[in-house]
T-cell receptor, first 108, second 114 residues
Framework: GENVEQHPSTLSVQEGDSAVIKCTYS??????FPWYKQELGKGPQLIID?????GEKKDQRIAVTLNKTAKHFSLHITETQPEDSAVYFC???????FGAGTTVTVRA | EAGVTQSPTHLIKTRGQQATLRCSPI?????VYWYQQALGLGLQFLLW???????NRGNFPPRFSGRQFPNYSSELNVNALELEDSALYLC?????????????FGEGSWLTVV
């Protein structure tokens, strides 16, 4: 089955700085890579996704890049704000395999 | 449009008892997924149902079971509860079992086993 590794497990950034989270996957057949944000006490919310025929996708302050050759993809958050503080999960193969999560803390 | 809804929000059970959690998917979605999230841990895949059939199962013992009804709603049953079953149980739904269909999560059901 698919194995997804996510790094780092925790990330602390100063407000206004950028945050980058990286994931690697094992199954070269995977073709869909969503990212979810989970706030305390809530269910995960989809924030952005990318498919294998695209190398990069942006949505305002959030971007995702995909390198199929190296089998890794990354989430980039620019101009971080306190409300970006949450746990972020990556997934491969439409979500049966999730990364372990990254706790992002934005310091004011 | 209503999202994925789960009930109950919180449930407290005694070790050895059975727990039943319920999920209603987004209208039009035929696939339902169940995940377990222990406190501070990641999302562990439990079960996937589509069109009433179990399509995939995670690495959990048989006392974790479920079903999907004709209206695509689903329930998760956990028998012979153990203390380590205490967790947030998340249900999610998607349009179907084609790879690449986005999964949408509910807010979860907190199960506490005492």
């Amino acid at each position: 089955g698919e194995n997804v590794e996510q790094h780092p497990s925790t990330l602390s950034v100063q407000e206004g700085d950028s945050a980058v989270i990286k994931c690697t996957y094992s199954d070269s057949a995977s073709n869909y890579f969503p990212w979810y944000k989970q706030e305390l006490g809530k269910g995960p919310q989809l924030i952005i996704d990318i498919r294998s025929n695209v190398g990069e996708k942006k949505d305002q302050r959030i971007a995702v890049t995909l390198n199929k050759t190296a089998k890794h993809f990354s989430l980039h958050i620019t101009e971080t704000q306190p409300e970006d503080s949450a746990v972020y999960f990556c997934a491969a193969s439409w979500g049966l395999s999730f990364g372990a999560g990254t706790t992002v803390t934005v310091r004011a | 449009e209503a999202g994925v809804t789960q009930s109950p929000t919180h449930l407290i059970k005694t070790r050895g008892q059975q727990a039943t959690l319920r999920c209603s998917p987004i209208s039009g979605h035929t696939s339902v997924y169940w995940y377990q999230q222990a406190l501070g841990l990641g999302l562990q895949f439990l079960l996937w149902y589509d069109e009433g059939e179990e399509r995939n199962r995670g690495n959990f013992p048989p006392r974790f079971s479920g079903r999907q009804f004709p209206n695509y709603s689903s329930e998760l049953n956990v028998n012979a509860l153990e203390l380590e079953d205490s967790a947030l149980y998340l249900c999610a739904s998607s349009l179907g079992r084609l790879s690449g269909n986005t999964i949408y999560f509910g807010e979860g059901s907190w199960l506490t086993v005492v």
